[in-house]
């Protein structure tokens, strides 16, 4: 098939390597220029997706990068994997969505099959995409992505896919295509199934999140491991799922994906509380982390050299969108410290570029990436780490 792939960042290269790794003939879309000349050089930007396996489906014809969109024109499959973020007041920003439509509406003049895999909330293909495309008699289906970048169990082929379609035509060869690099795809009656099951399973680890920050600093205040804890509650066979504390949630799903749940739930006159409350919860968890910071290093941290180390959202990636060591690190300034990061996975952020451990009064291991130097932090004056990853050390 002719696929073409509008948002080539995390989502839609990983489904446009699947695709291609399938034989079909991709094209990945993207307005950004210098990522599709990075691409066409054979450059991956993402863990998971080798230089190699690029290079590789380039030379076959499989996969080339474009910022042009006529190259949507003549495609038998659309997908569209664009940002859903929040604007400045939390709310859905679906310009990006909206953007999409109106390159496919501009661009593709005979049928084809037009899939979304952006997280949205229920409701959205039908009235945000298919509504806004006109004259063209397209088919329809929502298929919302669950790949999780540096998961080297769960990928793309392994991972069960949902698919819920417009009209049965639509489920029909949107089965057709994702069984092509797909092991397994349920169907769902509708496409606001499909996109509410996305948003609620992000929503469950938010919320279990929000439960654990909560439970780490109950436990903290009782004098007792919440972590060990966490761990014998873990040993129940059934009817218990062990989530971990941490210095609150990053990344572009668990932090945004929950508020287009609230955001649709107010819109029908159901208060999302669970949602609200565990938004508060893991907000917070920066300024429990500086508090314990402070405390631990003798009451203050005013000229004190902190180094903060992993500054990305999670182990092994060098995503930093909305880390929460962004937040760490501006408390920690506010209290007077000089503080510098670590974390060769990013590299350069915020105009700053990663500094060594070594030298640094106080270590705070926000994000523990595989490799890090751990006798390099204990050899700092004070340790806090915040993954539960260092034996003897204080941290939730
Ligand atoms: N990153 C994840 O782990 C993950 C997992 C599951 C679902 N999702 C969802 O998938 C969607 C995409 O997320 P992502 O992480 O791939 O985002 P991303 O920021 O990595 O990539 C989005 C890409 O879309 C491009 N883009 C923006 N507007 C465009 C337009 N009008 N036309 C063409 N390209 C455009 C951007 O330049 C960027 O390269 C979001 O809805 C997200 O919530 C992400």
Redesign the pocket.
């Known amino acids: 098939m002719r696929v073409a792939i509008?948002?080539?960042?995390?989502?839609?290269l990983t489904i446009a390597v699947g695709a291609a790794s399938a034989g079909h003939k991709v094209f990945g879309?993207?307005?950004?220029d210098s990522?599709v000349s990075q691409l066409n050089s054979g450059n991956s930007h993402i863990e998971g997706i080798s230089n190699s396996k690029l290079q590789e489906f380039i030379s076959k014809g499989f996969f080339t990068a474009s910022s042009d969109p006529t190259v949507l024109g003549g495609a038998d499959v659309i997908v569209i994997?664009?940002?859903?973020p929040l604007d400045e007041t939390r709310n859905p920003d679906l310009s990006?969505v909206h953007?999409?439509a109106a390159?496919i509406d501009n661009n593709v003049k005979s049928p084809a099959l037009i899939i979304n895999?952006?997280?949205?909330y229920p409701g959205t293909l039908r009235k945000e995409i298919a509504a806004r495309i006109t004259g063209i008699e397209h088919l329809y289906a929502s298929s919302?992505?669950?790949?999780?970048?540096g998961n080297n169990e769960w990928g793309t082929k392994n991972t069960p896919r949902l698919i819920g379609g417009l009209t049965p035509d639509a489920v029909v060869k949107a089965k057709e295509f994702y069984s092509t690099f797909c092991d397994s795809i349920i169907e769902v009656s509708s496409p606001e199934v499909a996109e509410a099951a996305?948003i609620f399973e992000n929503t469950f680890r938010q919320v279990n999140i929000a439960l654990v920050n909560e439970f780490a600093q109950i436990a903290d205040a009782l004098g007792i491991s919440g972590r060990e804890v966490l761990d014998a509650a873990a040993t129940k066979p059934y009817g218990f799922m062990e989530f971990n504390p941490g210095p609150g949630v990053g990344?572009?799903?668990i932090p945004?994906?929950p508020s287009y749940l609230a955001h649709v739930a107010n819109e029908v006159g159901v208060p999302a509380t669970f949602i609200k409350r565990a938004n508060e919860v893991n907000l917070a968890m920066p300024e429990y982390v500086v508090k314990r910071v402070v405390a631990g290093a003798g009451g203050s941290i005013k000229g004190k050299k902190i180094v903060v180390v992993g500054v990305s959202y999670k182990s092994n990636v060098a995503?930093t969108r909305e880390t929460p060591a962004a937040a760490v690190i501006d408390l920690l300034r506010g209290q007077g410290a000089m503080v510098t990061w670590h974390d060769e996975l990013v590299g350069n952020w915020r105009g700053e570029s990663s500094s060594p451990i070594a030298g640094a009064d106080v270590a705070v291991l926000v994000t523990k990436h595989n490799g890090i130097d751990v006798a390099a932090i204990k050899a700092c004056g004070y340790v806090f780490d915040c993954t539960g990853s260092i034996a003897g050390v204080d941290g939730i």
């Open positions: 509008i948002g080539q960042g995390y989502v839609g879309f993207d307005v950004n990522l994997a664009v940002p859903t990006y953007a999409a390159l895999e952006s997280t949205s919302p992505e669950r790949v999780d970048p996305k990344g572009h799903c945004v994906d995503d």
